[in-house]
C-alpha cells in the first residue's frame, strides 16, 4: 500500500492482512516523523471471506480514519489515532465491487459500486457502475448516477 499523507511530516499507512492469499484484517500504522517510525494504531477486523475493501483508508482529518468493507457490509470509523473503533452496518447498496469510496466527514461520503452479468456464458456482457452518497456514516446510501458499459 501506499502511505497517505495527513501533514508535512505524517500520514498513515494501511496494510491487508490474512491467511491464504486472503485480506481479513486492515492494519493501520501512522507515522509523525517524516515515516520513520511506523507504528501500529489499530487493526480493523474484514470478516471471512474478506470481499471487496477501500484500499485506502478516507482520512477525515488527522487520526480519524473511515474503512469501507463489502463483504461485511460496514464502514468502520477509526478515531482518537487508533484507539476507538465504531462499525456502522451498510444499507443500500447492491451486491458487486467497491470501486471507492470517500467521505468528507464521518458522515457525509460516497461510494462507486461496479455489478456485472452475462446473457450467455462470457458474452453479451454488462458492467454497471453506480454512484451512492450517505449523509448517516454510510448506514443508507442513496443512488445519484448509473453507466452501463458493454464488456
Do not use: E, W
Given at each position: 500500500?501506499?502511505?497517505?499523507?495527513?501533514?508535512p511530516?505524517?500520514?498513515v499507512l494501511a496494510a491487508a492482512?490474512?491467511?491464504?492469499?486472503?485480506?481479513?484484517?486492515?492494519?493501520?500504522y501512522r507515522s509523525t516523523g517524516h515515516g520513520a517510525p511506523w507504528?501500529?494504531?489499530a487493526v480493523v477486523p474484514l470478516g471471512h471471506p474478506p470481499g471487496d475493501i477501500n484500499d485506502l483508508p478516507v482520512i477525515i482529518r488527522?487520526?480519524?480514519w473511515l474503512i469501507v468493507s463489502m463483504a461485511?457490509?460496514?464502514?468502520?470509523?477509526?478515531?482518537?489515532g487508533g484507539g476507538r473503533q465504531s462499525t456502522v452496518a451498510i444499507s443500500g447498496l447492491p451486491d458487486g465491487g467497491l470501486a471507492a469510496a470517500s467521505f468528507t466527514s464521518a458522515r457525509t461520503g460516497w461510494a462507486i459500486v461496479g455489478t456485472?452479468?452475462?446473457?450467455?456464458?462470457?458474452?453479451?456482457?454488462?458492467?454497471?457502475?453506480?454512484?451512492?452518497?450517505?449523509?448517516d456514516g454510510?448506514?443508507?446510501?442513496?443512488?445519484?448516477a448509473t453507466g452501463n458499459t458493454g464488456v
Open positions: 500500500m501506499i502511505p497517505r499523507v495527513t501533514g511530516a505524517a500520514g492482512f490474512g491467511g491464504g492469499g486472503t485480506r481479513s484484517v486492515m492494519a493501520l507504528v501500529l494504531k488527522p487520526g480519524t461485511n457490509r460496514q464502514v468502520v470509523t477509526v478515531t482518537r456485472g452479468r452475462c446473457a450467455h456464458f462470457k458474452t453479451d456482457c454488462t458492467q454497471t457502475s453506480a454512484l451512492y452518497s450517505t449523509a454510510g448506514a443508507h446510501r442513496t443512488l445519484r
